[in-house]
């Protein structure tokens, strides 16, 4: 029997969660699915611009925005893995595989079954990959497939159960994602490394006693008796909080909070329990419950942070959770036009904050301020750091994505420009019954990274207008959505100024 392969969408916390293979659940991604399509008929500049660095993204790199994956071991052709990591991969006793992340691919799971003497026969395949590391990690519980049971609602069939997991990058694909914007990269912490094969094992199906490890092969122990719990201790999330400027420990609050989905969209955080560090730094919760929570450190005088999203099974098991605090500090400045005159009521915020070289530093609550008449604005309680600024106002549109700064206290400004409008008018020969019509506008050219470009549903009165657009040549099209693009039409070039309204009058494919 033919293996199948599949594409599914997911969402980024789900790559993260998976890439923990078996220690969180992922979620459905229908609701995710929904906000997407939402988002994508919203015509802001920033909207568009958001969407658009997906749609550039996938343009140049196949399967953004997908997990590809199969069942069955058939064989896998080498897509560029180092020396020695195909003969690992498909391994006879594989059960499934998949690759992600989303936004570029390129990290491989091998998902199989075996017993100690098969995996000690992988260890020594494993041993000969042409990598600087090879890592083994041991874990607590049982193993269940992200590809065969992506939700975790087979728990109870067995055939969704595997004993370990090889993980391998593509090393392309990984330069890729050292290059992408902190809010979209898969990477997390210290990326500086090349990236290092990994076999994930479980100790309930493996006996650890009986793994025979070739030297050479780092060991990451991640049972809870290697760290001073116990089976009893279910479920133990630790760390150590730091400060990021010395290092040293800080005496701070984690917090946890429960995430709540609400049915007119988007999340309510629910606080449930808090504990303290101790002089080192310490931290740990023990019977963390299977429910969507996220850990938030606090320290006076310290920026506040998101340490991470979780959610476990039900297996008992140990993670590690360490985070640096950067010393909070306000962020001011001005935003002004085109000729250097002060706006108001733009609403300013900063987003992909980062701190050295610790991965982004989300923080609980969105970082935003309004400009007053004087054009001036201040946000509070930032990481010292840096990250990206972007302004909101009607009418007008600010640099490129977002403006780099870093973050000190300091002044800094914000220059936005006039924004021009498209409205775009659709004629049929005859009125349209039930039937969906999209129009597109593209940058002339084609679409980049940091250009605006977009697209949406017209209306009942067969029109949509596009707001806040950059000055610039544009390319409109139309058609039927879905459709054809024998139903498209033809490319019109529209120059559009700034601080105008441009109508156009297109006329539909006749059928």
Same mark, same amino acid.
């Given at each position: 029997?033919?293996?199948?392969?599949?594409?599914?969408?997911?969402?980024?916390?789900?790559?993260?969660?998976?890439?923990?293979?078996?220690?969180?659940?992922?979620?459905?991604?229908?609701?995710?699915?929904?906000? $997407?399509?939402?988002? +994508?008929?919203?015509?802001?500049?920033?909207?568009?611009?958001?969407?658009? #660095?997906?749609?550039?993204?996938?343009?140049?790199?196949?399967? %953004?925005?997908?997990?590809?994956?199969?069942?069955?071991?058939?064989?896998?052709?080498?897509?560029?893995?180092? @020396?020695?990591?195909?003969?690992?991969?498909?391994?006879?006793?594989?059960?499934?595989?998949?690759?992600?992340?989303?936004?570029?691919?390129?990290?491989?799971?091998? =998902?199989?079954?075996?017993?100690?003497?098969?995996?000690?026969?992988?260890?020594?395949?494993?041993?000969?990959?042409?990598?600087?590391?090879?890592?083994?990690?041991?874990? &607590?519980?049982?193993?269940? @497939?992200?590809?065969? &049971?992506?939700?975790?609602?087979?728990?109870?069939?067995?055939?969704?159960?595997?004993?370990?997991?090889?993980?391998?990058?593509?090393?392309?694909?990984?330069? %890729?994602?050292?290059?992408?914007? !902190?809010?979209?990269?898969?990477?997390?912490?210290?990326?500086?490394?090349?990236?290092?094969?990994?076999?994930?094992?479980?100790?309930?199906?493996?006996?650890?006693?009986?793994?025979?490890?070739?030297?050479?092969?780092?060991?990451?122990?991640?049972?809870?008796?290697?760290?001073?719990?116990? /089976?009893?201790?279910?479920? *133990?999330?630790?760390?150590?909080?730091?400060?990021?400027?010395?290092?040293?420990?800080?005496?701070?609050?984690?917090?946890?909070?429960?995430?709540?989905?609400?049915?007119?969209?988007?999340?309510?955080?629910?606080?449930?329990?808090?504990?303290?560090?101790?002089?080192?730094?310490?931290?740990?919760?023990?019977?963390? !419950?299977?429910?969507?929570?996220?850990?938030?450190?606090?320290?006076?005088?310290?920026?506040?942070?998101?340490?991470?999203?979780?959610?476990?099974?039900?297996?008992?098991?140990?993670?590690?959770?360490?985070?640096?605090?950067?010393?909070?500090?306000?962020? +001011?400045?001005?935003? #002004?036009?085109?000729?250097?005159? !002060?706006?108001?009521? /733009?609403?300013?915020?900063?987003?992909?904050?980062?701190?050295?070289? +610790?991965?982004?530093?989300?923080?609980?609550?969105?970082?935003?301020?309004?400009?007053?008449?004087?054009?001036? %604005?201040?946000?509070?309680?930032?990481?010292?750091? @840096?990250?990206? $600024?972007?302004?909101?106002?009607?009418?007008? %549109?600010?640099?490129?994505?977002? $403006?780099?700064?870093?973050?000190?206290?300091?002044?800094?400004?914000?220059?936005?420009?006039?924004?021009?409008?498209?409205?775009?008018? *659709?004629?049929?020969?005859?009125?349209?019954?039930?039937?969906?019509?999209? /129009?597109?506008?593209?940058?002339?050219?084609?679409?980049?990274?940091? @250009?605006?470009?977009?697209?949406?549903?017209?209306? =009942?009165? &067969?029109?949509?207008?596009?707001?806040?657009?950059?000055?610039?040549?544009?390319?409109?099209?139309?058609?039927?959505?879905?459709?054809?693009?024998?139903?498209?039409?033809? &490319?019109?070039? #529209? =120059?559009?100024?700034?601080?105008?309204?441009?109508?156009?009058?297109?006329?539909?494919?006749?059928?």
């Amino acid at each position: 029997m033919e293996p199948r392969t599949d594409r599914r969408f997911t969402k980024a916390y789900q790559v993260r969660a998976a890439r923990a293979h078996g220690r969180h659940r992922p979620f459905s991604c229908q609701a995710h699915l929904r906000k $997407l399509k939402t988002a +994508s008929r919203k015509t802001t500049l920033v909207g568009r611009l958001a969407v658009l #660095v997906l749609l550039s993204l996938a343009a140049t790199t196949p399967c %953004f925005g997908m997990i590809t994956g199969g069942k069955g071991n058939k064989p896998i052709n080498d897509p560029g893995w180092p @020396s020695g990591a195909a003969k690992v991969f498909n391994w006879p006793t594989r059960v499934a595989w998949w690759e992600g992340p989303p936004f570029g691919g390129g990290q491989w799971h091998a =998902e199989c079954k075996g017993n100690a003497a098969v995996l000690n026969e992988v260890l020594e395949a494993f041993q000969k990959i042409d990598t600087p590391k090879k890592r083994l990690i041991v874990r &607590d519980g049982i193993g269940y @497939s992200f590809w065969l &049971d992506p939700n975790g609602q087979k728990r109870a069939d067995r055939t969704t159960k595997i004993d370990w997991v090889f993980t391998v990058w593509q090393p392309d694909r990984w330069q %890729f994602q050292k290059g992408l914007p !902190p809010n979209l990269t898969a990477l997390r912490g210290d990326s500086s490394e090349a990236p290092v094969p990994e076999i994930h094992i479980y100790a309930a199906t493996i006996h650890w006693s009986e793994v025979r490890v070739p030297p050479g092969i780092e060991i990451v122990d991640q049972r809870l008796e290697a760290h001073g719990f116990d /089976v009893r201790d279910g479920r *133990v999330i630790e760390g150590i909080i730091t400060d990021a400027a010395t290092g040293l420990p800080l005496k701070a609050n984690v917090r946890v909070e429960r995430v709540l989905a609400k049915s007119t969209g988007g999340y309510d955080y629910q606080p449930a329990e808090t504990t303290t560090t101790n002089d080192q730094g310490r931290w740990f919760f023990k019977d963390f !419950p299977d429910q969507w929570s996220r850990l938030i450190a606090e320290c006076d005088g310290y920026a506040p942070r998101v340490l991470r999203y979780v959610r476990y099974d039900r297996q008992p098991g140990w993670e590690r959770a360490d985070a640096s605090l950067s010393k909070a500090v306000d962020l +001011s400045g001005r935003v #002004v036009d085109q000729d250097g005159n !002060p706006l108001a009521g /733009v609403q300013v915020s900063v987003s992909d904050l980062t701190v050295g070289s +610790s991965g982004p530093y989300k923080q609980p609550g969105e970082a935003s301020g309004q400009t007053g008449s004087d054009g001036k %604005f201040l946000i509070r309680g930032l990481p010292e750091g @840096s990250g990206k $600024l972007r302004g909101r106002l009607d009418g007008y %549109f600010g640099p490129g994505l977002e $403006l780099d700064i870093g973050i000190a206290p300091k002044d800094c400004e914000l220059q936005m420009k006039q924004a021009s409008s498209l409205l775009v008018h *659709v004629e049929f020969a005859k009125p349209r019954v039930d039937k969906r019509y999209i /129009v597109q506008v593209i940058p002339e050219g084609g679409e980049k990274v940091g @250009s605006w470009g977009g697209s949406s549903h017209i209306d =009942e009165h &067969d029109s949509v207008r596009f707001a806040n657009v950059p000055p610039g040549r544009y390319i409109v099209r139309s058609r039927p959505n879905p459709g054809s693009k024998r139903e498209q039409t033809k &490319d019109i070039l #529209v =120059e559009l100024e700034g601080g105008k309204e441009t109508i156009l009058e297109i006329k539909a494919v006749s059928e």
